[in-house]
């Protein structure tokens, strides 16, 4: 039974799917998961923003043979094998705040191991047996990332780029061992009570470096970062946000600060004149537009603005 432990068929994994109004996809993940998951996993689709969502999410699920069943985030048990679990989440938590929700829940229940996934992944090798198999190999390791393949390239992770806190893609599982290294959110398998030992993943983050963050947390605790290389999920970026938009370069460029800030102070002073020059580019070569996604986003910083930020955010840079 996968997922599961044999003696108890108690379940040892929870996968949570954040949907944000993309319904289709979530589907398409959550059948992907139904294909290789045993009765012994239990699949939490939590939709954030609930009061805006088009549609109901149990029609369509019942209309694909799939069996669901609401819960609250309080309910006092799991949902039954087989059977996905919908929490609704009323307003737009982000990225960390939403899938929060679900890991508070796994840990009330005592489900040892969470699996974050993105709704636009779908899983395409291995399954959650392999996870928690890797995890009982190595008991040193509190976060693992999986085989993400995105277009021509397979990536475990991602790594900071210094001085400016940039990021860029780990193609291979040992640049996890760089202390700069990180899980990428879009495929998360981490040990319930250890994540919880540091407050989850970071809500005031909302979107982006919030998975940077959560990698860092854990290694000041001296937890280590691993790579499950068997189980592999096919990844959209950004399909929430709209690749290259406003939103994710916004969230990007005032993340990248507060996570400055948090981690690398020392760095924050350097940065910032980095920032004058860059916006004085951008004035020069009238990109507008980016200027005021890069001005606005330092603001925000300044203000410690945190969480959804109340800018209109539509259209691309």
Known sequence: MTGADPASAAPVVGILVLNYHQPGSTLACIQSLRAREGDGTRILWIENDARAAQGSVEALLASHGIPCRKWSPDADVLPDPGQIGLMEVPENLGYAGGNNVGLAYLARHRVPFAWVLNNDTLLVEGSSRDLVEEARRQPEVSLWGTAVSAGRRTIFGGRLVLPTFHTEVV???????????????????????????????????????????????????????????????????????????????????????????????????????????????????????????????????????QGRSSRDLRGPT
């Open 171 to 305: 193609t291979d599982p040992s640049g996890l061992e760089d202390p700069l290294s990180f899980i990428n959110g879009c495929s998360m398998f981490m040990r319930v009570p250890e994540a919880a030992a540091v407050g989850w993943i970071p809500p005031h983050y909302f979107l982006y470096y919030e998975d940077v963050a959560f990698s860092l947390l854990l290694r000041r605790e001296g937890k280590k970062l691993g790579s499950a290389p068997s189980v592999v999920v096919a990844h959209e970026e950004s399909l929430s946000s709209g690749l290259r938009s406003a939103v994710v370069e916004y969230y990007n460029r005032r993340n990248r600060w507060f996570f400055i800030q948090e981690f690398f102070p020392a760095h924050l002073r350097a940065n910032q004149r980095r920032f004058a020059y860059q916006l004085q580019k951008y004035l020069f070569r009238f990109r507008f537009r980016r200027a005021w996604l890069e001005w606005a986003a330092y603001r925000d910083f300044k203000a410690q603005a």
